[in-house]
């Protein structure tokens, strides 16, 4: 049986599910940064808290995956 091209492995689409998540977390964590920057500590605080969730979910993702890094 052939599949059409749109089908993919769950494999491949682990890979880019994590990829995707993994953007998320370094894009909230370089905002935080520029907020930090800029001489917001108080949205900067915010903003690593939430980097740190979003790397946290990136991270268990690739874990219960069993993908490597």
């Known amino acids: 049986m052939?599949?059409?091209?749109?089908?993919?492995?769950?494999?491949?689409?682990?890979?880019?599910?994590?990829?995707?998540?993994?953007?998320?977390?370094?894009?909230a964590a370089a905002g935080a940064g520029v907020a930090a920057i800029a001489g917001a500590p108080v949205i900067a605080v915010i903003g690593v808290a939430?980097?740190?969730?979003?790397?946290?979910?990136?991270f268990s993702f690739r874990v219960k995956n069993g993908m490597r890094f």
């Open 50 to 58: 939430g980097a740190a969730y979003l790397a946290w979910d990136w």
């Open 2 to 27: 052939v599949q059409p091209p749109e089908v993919t492995s769950l494999v491949q689409r682990n890979k880019v599910v994590s990829k995707r998540k993994g953007t998320f977390a370094a894009a």
